[in-house]
């Protein structure tokens, strides 16, 4: 039983469902990628996460970054960048009062 093995594409998009998933749990919503992933609006928005909830998400996340596609902890940092602007969760808090 030879298993197909994962192309570039397919891995990372299972990389991000991971991500995404592991923002959910970390943040305490019982919600998943299954449950956003047809919606066409800013689903991310509908949820919060604290400071310490996003940093403890982007720490697991270069980890599995670096682990899952050998990326160096540089690499992780920006793709993280990218992941969190794109579907992170945003803060309970903001950073900045403006």
Do not use: C
Request: no cysteine; glycine share 4%.
């Amino acid at each position: 039983m030879n298993k197909k093995r994962q192309t570039h594409e397919e891995k990372r998009n299972q990389l991000i469902i991971d991500l995404i998933n592991q923002m959910f749990i970390i943040a305490g919503h019982g919600v998943t990628y299954d449950d956003v992933k047809d919606r066409k609006d800013d689903w991310f928005n509908d949820w919060t996460m604290t400071m310490d909830q996003r940093e403890e998400w982007e720490e697991w996340s270069n980890k599995y970054l670096m682990k899952k596609l050998k990326m160096s902890a540089r690499q992780a940092d920006k793709e993280m960048i990218w992941v969190s602007l794109m579907w992170g969760l945003k803060l309970d808090k903001p950073i900045f009062n403006i």
